[in-house]
Every structure is written in structure tokens, then in C-alpha cells.
């Protein structure tokens, strides 16, 4: 079966590739097609309508033989083909050399986030960044005054569910009292500083991250770069400070409201005084595990600050990009506070504190 195609083909609609595939297929009696070309016009989107052409025929069993087009043709048809070859063979080796070079490429971007993050912290104690005071102030009031309401409830409900099983167990055995050194030890250890970290992560954590990614969906990041205003100690080193700072805080009142949680439930359930009580679990939390819980929470602040900031800074410039950003920050901290816990309580068992 043979082809030519003649007329302009420079300025008149280009009929659908799909449908004149169908076409010569179902008129070509074998599976060759001899193509001929004698355009009085003709401009690239004849020669990409020929190749798509081609390329259906072919996909389909048919061989289009392009044999009697023009010199001129052939070569533009030929440049097509070896452009198609070149991009196949790029798709198939790019994602072993693309999954490489992402990893190498994360784990130093991981690296010199977390350096310029140090150097940021030097300097805002030295006070050389160009951060506002009243800015400042306004991220101490939303990571330590907005959030106490949410962690003085949990820590509460926490002593509370504390007291009633330990007074469920304890009292068969004759040693009700010491449910007060049962609460006080597993809040100041281990449930104040993590419970306050995963509000944080869930609270402050996702606020930082949406602030920050909108903020860079918006272009004000690229602002800041533009006016010579370094983002890191502008947007992100103030939040870990600022985190940092108020997580402790938080944390000593989760262990006061803890042990208040577990005192109302332990006193109507095991008539124990409250002075008593309070004499029992003060003297059952030595100072060095006191000091343990708070470093902790110091820890977990300086996880999760970063984490979010960090999540905001590389999201996509979209309101998708800005949930995927805000999950991805929630869900990481969490998951990093949890490892930390463990690392710090098994280090905690080795020295013996």
C-alpha cells in the first residue's frame, strides 16, 4: 500500500495521528506502507505528525517505510528517532543513577541544614541575627502559654488513668501508698516530657511547618533572599529557641498537674492524706532523675523545632504541598521523639541514673 502526502501542510489542520492510523490499517492490505511526500508546505509540526504516525503504525505491527520522502525530511525524521532513543534509554537507566544521587544528595542537604541550624543558634545568642523582639515574644506565647491548656489536660488524664491502676494493683498487696511514687516516678521520667513532646509535635510542630511552607508557597522566602535575609536565623532559628525554651517549662508543669491527677484519684480510692501523699512523692523522684525528664524534654524541643522547620522549607509551592509538608513534619517528630526516648533510656540504664 502506498501513501503520499501533498498539499500545505504549513497552514492547514493537521488531522488526528490516531485516526488515520486506524485508517491506513484497516485499508492496507499486508502490514508494509510505503510513504510518500510532496508537500507544497510544510513546517516541524508535519514532521512530528509523520513521526507520531510512524510510531503508532508501529506500535500496532505495521511498518511505515519512509524510503521516497525527501532528503530533507529523512534527516529531520532521523534526528526525531535518535532524540526518542536517547530519552527511552535516559528513562530506563535514570532511576538507579536518580535514587543514588537523591541519597547522596538528601544526606548532604540533612548535613548542612543541621550545620547552618548550629551556626544560626551561635548566633542568635550573640545576638547577631535579624530577628524582631516582638516576633520573638509572639513564638514563646504560641509554643509555651497557647499550649499549656492542651498539655496541663493530658498531663492531668495521664496521672489520673496512673493513679487508678497503679491503686487497682498496689492496694492488693497492701502498699497503696506507694502509688504516689509510682505516678511521680514514670511522670517525671518518662510521661511529662514525652506527652508534652507529642503535643508540641502535634501543636507547635505542625504550626511552625504550615507557617513556613505558605510563607515559601507565597514567595516571601524568596524575598528574604532577595532583601539578604538568611531564613534560617530569620524564620527558623527563633522557633527552636523559642522551643527549647518553653518545652522545660512546660514539662515541670506536666509533672505538677500529673501528680495532682494521680493525688485525686489515689485519696477517695485508698484513703491516703494528701500530705502525706505529696511527702511520698517528693521524696520518691531523686534530683538526678528530675534533672533527667528535663533534659529530655530539652532534647525532644531541639528535635522537633528543626523537623518542621525543615519540612516547611522544602515543600512544593502548592496548598497540596503545604498538608503533604505539615503531615510529613507531625508525623517525623513523633516518630524522632520516640527513637530519642528509647536511646536516652537505654544510655539512662547504662550509667545508672
Known amino acids: 500500500m502506498r501513501v503520499v502526502f501533498s498539499g500545505n501542510w504549513k497552514t492547514a489542520k493537521l488531522p488526528s495521528v490516531r485516526s488515520c492510523a486506524e485508517e491506513l490499517e484497516f485499508h492496507s492490505p499486508s502490514k508494509s506502507i510505503e510513504m510518500d511526500a510532496l508537500p507544497e508546505a510544510w513546517d516541524s509540526r508535519f514532521v512530528a505528525f509523520i513521526f507520531a504516525l510512524q510510531k503508532l503504525l508501529a506500535e500496532n505491527g505495521f511498518l511505515a517505510k519512509l524510503e521516497k520522502f525527501p532528503t530533507e525530511l529523512r534527516g529531520l525524521m532521523g534526528l526525531a528517532a535518535k532524540g ?36 544560626g543558634i551561635l548566633l542568635f545568642c550573640q545576638k547577631k541575627t535579624s530577628v524582631r523582639g516582638t516576633g520573638f515574644g509572639r513564638l514563646l506565647r504560641q509554643a509555651g502559654f497557647e499550649s499549656l491548656p492542651i498539655v496541663a489536660t493530658v498531663s492531668f488524664l495521664i496521672g489520673t488513668i496512673l493513679g487508678f491502676i497503679g491503686s487497682l494493683q498496689l492496694e492488693r498487696f497492701g502498699a497503696a501508698i506507694f502509688v504516689a511514687d509510682l505516678v511521680a516516678i514514670a511522670t517525671v521520667r518518662e510521661m511529662a516530657p514525652l506527652m508534652t513532646a507529642v503535643v508540641l509535635a502535634g501543636r507547635v510542630g505542625a504550626a511552625f511547618s504550615a507557617t513556613i511552607a505558605s510563607m515559601r508557597t507565597r514567595g516571601e522566602i524568596d524575598a528574604l533572599s532577595t532583601f539578604g ?88 509551592r502548592t496548598a497540596d504541598g503545604v498538608g503533604r509538608a505539615t503531615t510529613r513534619a507531625v508525623v517525623n517528630a513523633i516518630t524522632a521523639i520516640i527513637v530519642a526516648d528509647a536511646l536516652c533510656d537505654a544510655m539512662a540504664a547504662r550509667l545508672r541514673i
Do not use: W
Request: charged content about 15%.
Open 84 to 119: 526518542s532513543d536517547a530519552e527511552r534509554r535516559r528513562e530506563v537507566s535514570q532511576p538507579q543513577t536518580t535514587t543514588r544521587h537523591a541519597q547522596r544528595f538528601a544526606i548532604g542537604e540533612r548535613v548542612q541544614f543541621l550545620g547552618s541550624m548550629v551556626k
Open 229 to 316: 535575609i538568611s531564613a534560617m536565623d530569620f524564620l527558623a532559628v527563633p522557633r527552636v529557641v523559642a522551643m527549647a525554651a518553653m518545652t522545660p517549662l512546660l514539662c515541670v508543669i506536666s509533672v505538677l498537674v500529673s501528680t495532682g491527677g494521680g493525688m485525686a484519684v489515689a485519696i477517695p480510692m485508698l484513703n491516703v492524706g494528701c500530705l502525706q501523699y505529696v511527702h511520698e512523692s517528693a521524696a520518691s523522684v531523686k534530683f538526678g532523675a528530675f534533672c533527667f525528664g528535663i533534659g529530655k524534654s530539652v532534647i525532644f524541643a531541639l528535635i522537633i523545632a528543626p523537623i518542621a522547620c525543615r519540612s516547611g522549607m522544602i515543600c512544593e
